[in-house]
Nanobody
Framework: QVQLVESGGGLVQPGGSLRLSCVVS????????MGWYRQAPGKQRELVAD???????NYADSAKGRFTISRDNAKNTVYLQMNSLKPEDTAVYYC???????????WGQGAQVTVSS
């Protein structure tokens, strides 16, 4: 059974940094795509960033220049380094993994990120 477990969320002041990690267990498969979505209260879930098994990355405009996504295929782990955090980055961050371009994603349980002074 595939499971995704996020860690690294928390409370940080504006301008601070956090690093989210997501470990995928229950599969030795190198997932085609892994990434992060977020959902703020009262808003729809939105893509933050994703990365393919080959290392191609894609970022939401709100994340460009501040967030960096990376992955360790040997560890089936995806990371999200978030710098220069803003209050509007406050959300629950969900990692996902897809086995193929058209496959359904597996989801993690979510990690709360709160940016506040």
């Amino acid at each position: 059974q595939v499971q995704l477990v996020e860690s690294g969320g928390g409370l940080v002041q504006p301008g601070g940094s956090l690093r989210l990690s997501c470990v995928v267990s229950g599969s030795t498969f190198n997932f085609y795509s892994m990434g992060w979505y977020r959902q703020a209260p009262g808003k729809q879930r939105e893509l933050v960033a994703d990365i393919t098994v080959g290392g191609s990355t894609n970022y939401a405009d709100s994340a460009k220049g501040r967030f960096t996504i990376s992955r360790d295929n040997a560890k089936n782990t995806v990371y999200l380094q978030m710098n220069s955090l803003k209050p509007e980055d406050t959300a629950v961050y969900y990692c996902y993994a897809k086995m193929s371009l058209i496959g359904s994603p597996y989801w993690g349980q979510g990690a709360q990120v709160t940016v506040s002074s």
